[in-house]
Every structure is written in C-alpha cells, then in structure tokens.
C-alpha cells in the first residue's frame, strides 16, 4: 500500500540540506580486499564495509588508479542506499567531480532506479528537481583516473542469485566456457547451485560481503524514509572490480526481456529498471565512454521469454530442490509460499514440470491456495498492477496459465481464472 510521506519528504530535505560523499578507502590482502566508505549528513554518519573474497583467483597486479575509480564508482552506487532515508536535494562529492555527461548519467540511474521508492512513499518531484551534484574547490575529475583494456579470454564472469534464470546461464555457458562464479552475500541457494554446478568450496568463488551499516537500520526504525534500490545496478559496478581483479573481461548477467515490462502500467515506474535493457546499454555506454572498455557487460538471457527459460530449466533436475527465488524466506533458505514471488514461479513452471513434483519443490500446492488470490491478480492482470518483485510480463504469465489449464482445470487459481476470462 502506498504511504503518503511527501511531507516528510519536504521536511528532510530542509533539515539535511547536504549528502556528503566524504571518502573511500580499501586495503588489499592476500586474497582479499576490504573496502569503507563514509557519508554523512548533520549528524548522521554512516561507514559501511565491504569485504571481497578472491578465493583462488590470482589477483593481477592492481593499477592504484584504476582500482581507486572502480571503488569511487561503486561508493556512488552504496551511496543510494543511505541517500534515499533523507533524500538531500544536493549531493556534495569531497575531492572528486563527474562531468555534466557523468552527472547526467547518474541522476537517470539514481531517478529511475528509485522510481518505485518515490511512488510506494507518494513522493512527487521531478528528475531536474530531486537532487544536483556539488563538489570541494578544485576537484580532481574522476576522469584522472586511468582505466586499461581488460584482456580477452575464455573466461566468464557469472553471479549468481539461486534462481532458475542464473542457473541457466551457468549450465549453458560453462559447456564452453570457464566460469568465475560471482556471489554477493552467499546464502544457502546460491551456494547449493554453485556445488551443483561444480564449484565445491567456497575458493571456487568470487565472493562479495556486503551489510548495511547499522545507523541507516536504526534511522529505519524511527521512520525515515526507505524504499526499494536499484540492486542490480550496484551488481553491475561490483561486477567490474571482479573482471578488473581476475583479468576477465565478459560479465554475463541473467536479466530476461521481461525486466523490460513497467510496474505502473503507462508509466517509467519498473521494480526492475536495473535489470532492463535501457539500463545495461546505459551501462554499457557508460563503461565505453569512462573507462576504456574496461569489461563486457551483458544479458546471456536477454532474448529469451519466461517461458524459454522455464522450459530449459525444467531440463535441470539436480537444482530443482535446491534452487530459490523468493526474497521473504532466503534468510531460512526456503520457498515461504505466500508471495507474488513464489506464486510466480510455480505458474512459470508448472507447463513443464509435473504437478506431484512441483508441490514436492514448493512443499504445497500454492495453485489450489485461496491466499495467493490477490498475487495471482496482480500477476495475470486481472488487478490493475503488477507486484513490485522481479517476475514475468503480465502476457508470460498468462500463456503460463493458459498452458497449465489445459492439464489441471481443477486447480482454485486455474478455476478463477476460466471462470473471470469467460466472462469477459
């Protein structure tokens, strides 16, 4: 439900008139990095950490430039996330600047990344109003730093999450390619498809961690502003230190045409922004322009539907119980089978995987589930909007339905929606 924090909103942006960017640091280890940046507000500092894990990747030599503009570029994606709780209208970046093109650049990312944190909070602005960028006296521009080609190879970059889409692009391309597995924050799903496929110990991995310092949780509590952040964005920055880091130049992500569908319908308002095409050929636009062809970053997925990647999924059995795609119960490492989430992919699975199996999987049958009404509305189009979570196009879920009616019509869900669409 929206709330109605406009208000507040013009109230915070009184009282913390400046964001400020103070610094970054990081120390480089054997095999590893720790990473720290501070930003403050009055008296509101926040200093969150970030440790880096290689693993048993051999770290190339590490230009101090180039690694100081990739950790200076991932600070402005963290940064969103503590922004967000007072949204200053200026952001005030010490001892570095971005150009006009830069600064373009990241009010679009920071704009539509936060489209849905602005809509859910009933927040009304404009991207020329919401924020600008200012900077010390004499900054260096970040285009003193010196980024360097990234030398092909065989290898390629994949994160995983610990759903089917990740585990697609892993199965497909490791039949010709050697994988650098990527995890941020390893759960119990990510790390069960990773030894499935392959990479047994944790060494195998390129691991990231990542914790929201504890002061924006606090500020939380007391009712500051919060909202959905654009994740995958930041992904893509992390993304580029592990190719800079490994000396690997192809990122292949698992994002899906689907991540191209709106929200809101009519407007630009996607939970998934981060994840769409208008995004990663700003990114890549972006690395072209400021950083020398640093990496490749793209979608293994991009051309394939729902449905496509359903389907060859189904094909990999050994994931099916281990595989998760519902944010509510990653901590426990469960599917929490009340959420638009899980209802989304048992409908995506279910044309290709039988029905006695698919509620082994789940642990019910969330088709004949009176609870999950209101999701399967807001999936199939029936209500006027789509959930904010990362699932399918209103269309791709309908096919799904479709497809799954002409073998399980008994179903509560699939009754409701026969009965609904013949009617109208």
């Not at 119990?188 to 961690?209: E, P, R, S, V, Y």
């Not at 509305?377 to 399918?392: M, Q, S």
Request: glycine letters at 4%; proline letters at 4%; a negative charge.
């Amino acid at each position: 439900m929206k709330a109605n924090n406009q208000q507040k909103y013009n109230q915070f942006r009184v009282h913390y008139p400046v964001f400020y960017y103070d610094s970054f640091q990081y120390i480089i280890n054997e095999n590893s990095i720790d990473i720290q940046f501070k930003f403050h507000t009055n008296e509101i500092q926040f200093a969150p950490k970030i440790l880096i894990h290689f693993g048993t990747y051999k770290m190339q030599n590490l230009s101090k430039e180039f690694t100081d503009g990739l950790v200076f570029h991932i600070g402005l994606i963290e940064l969103i996330s503590y922004w967000k709780s007072v949204a200053s209208p200026t952001i005030h970046i010490h001892k570095y600047s971005l150009s006009k093109e830069q600064e373009n650049w990241w009010r679009k990312l920071y704009w539509k990344g936060l489209g849905e944190f602005f809509y859910q909070n009933g927040i009304q602005t404009s991207e020329n109003l919401f924020f600008n960028f200012e900077y010390d006296q004499d900054p260096t521009p970040i285009s003193h730093f010196k980024f360097k080609q990234i030398d092909e190879s065989d290898r390629v970059i994949v994160p995983i999450g610990g759903g089917k889409d990740s585990v697609v692009t892993l199965e497909k391309l490791k039949e010709e390619h050697k994988i650098i597995p990527f995890i941020i924050n390893p759960r119990g799903a990510t790390l069960d498809c990773a030894k499935i496929a392959g990479f047994d110990h944790l060494n195998d991995i390129f691991i990231i961690q990542r914790e929201i310092d504890l002061p924006l949780l606090e500020l939380n509590k007391k009712g500051y502003l919060n909202g959905h952040t654009p994740f995958s964005a930041m992904l893509a920055f992390y993304s580029l230190l592990v190719s800079y880091i490994t000396n690997t130049k192809d990122i292949a992500l698992s994002n899906e045409s689907s991540a191209n569908e709106s929200t809101i319908p009519n407007t630009d308002i996607n939970h998934q922004y981060s994840k769409s095409i208008e995004f990663e050929l700003d990114f890549q636009s972006y690395v072209k322009q400021n950083m020398n062809h640093c990496a490749n970053y793209f979608s293994y997925l991009r051309n394939f539907s729902e449905i496509q990647i359903a389907e060859m999924f189904s094909q990999f059995t050994e994931y099916h119980k281990v595989f998760k795609s519902c944010n509510s119960g990653s901590k426990e490492n469960k599917w929490c089978c009340n959420c638009s989430k899980c209802l989304f992919a048992y409908i995506i699975l279910s044309p290709f995987i039988d029905d006695q199996k698919m509620i082994d999987i789940f642990g019910e049958d969330l088709l004949d589930k009176s609870d999950m009404i209101p999701y399967f509305d807001e999936l199939t189009g029936i209500a006027p909007n789509k959930p904010f979570e990362c699932v399918g196009t209103i269309d791709e879920v309908n096919e799904a339905v479709q497809l799954i009616s002409k073998s399980r019509k008994d179903k509560l869900l699939i009754q409701r929606y026969l009965s609904i669409k013949n009617n109208t």
